[in-house]
């Protein structure tokens, strides 16, 4: 058995290192706990408030995501993803998530799996026990990465890969 031979490049040798981490907090829940009930579908929908820090020098963006995991579709459902938030924003207040809120930080607010432009509420099956709704930031070295509303979530993130400076997640629950 030859032990010296090279291998051949892995097919994500391109993609760079580890990013830095943020710390995302929320004065409407704890990371782990429950998320406030406005946050719900038909409760209110109305997105809770979040803050940040840690951004590294040279941070332009940052891309926002709320996606469920638990949801019983495979790959999960995004209920919130807004693209282009500027570099010196650190918190998005509680409702930034309505329909037209996000557009006045000059962001970009893209569909989320209702097919909506805002913040759809959780909406966990009646029954199905409480899921987990992650709130993650990307600190990004670009201001949209030349994206625009008609960009999908899977493609803002993964047209943003190489853009990444840091990352942080909070992860609240929601019970129907």
């Not at 830095?20 to 004065?27: G, N, P, Q, R």
């Not at 829940?29 to 809770?48: K, R, V, Y």
């Not at 979040?50 to 638990?70: F, I, N, Q, R």
């Amino acid at each position: 058995m030859d032990l010296d031979r090279t291998l051949p490049p892995h097919p994500n040798d391109h993609l760079p290192a580890a990013p830095a981490e943020l710390t995302v907090t929320s004065e409407d829940f704890t990371d782990g706990g429950e998320l406030p009930e406005s946050a719900g579908f038909g409760q209110g929908n109305t997105s809770p408030q979040l803050s940040w820090e840690g951004a590294p020098e040279g941070t332009k963006s940052y891309l926002l995501v709320c996606h469920d995991p638990d949801a019983p579709v495979m790959g999960g459902f995004h209920h919130w993803a807004v693209l282009g938030i500027p570099g010196d924003t650190t918190s998005l207040e509680a409702g930034a998530g309505d329909q037209g809120r996000s557009a006045n930080l000059g962001a970009i607010t893209l569909a989320n799996d209702y097919g909506t432009r805002d913040y759809g509420g959780a909406a966990p099956p009646e029954g199905d026990g409480p899921h987990r709704y992650v709130f993650t930031v990307w600190a990004l070295d670009v201001e949209d990465a030349g994206l625009d509303t008609s960009t999908s979530v899977a493609k803002a993130q993964f047209a943003t890969l190489g853009n990444v400076l840091a990352r942080g997640s909070i992860t609240g629950t929601y019970e129907l």
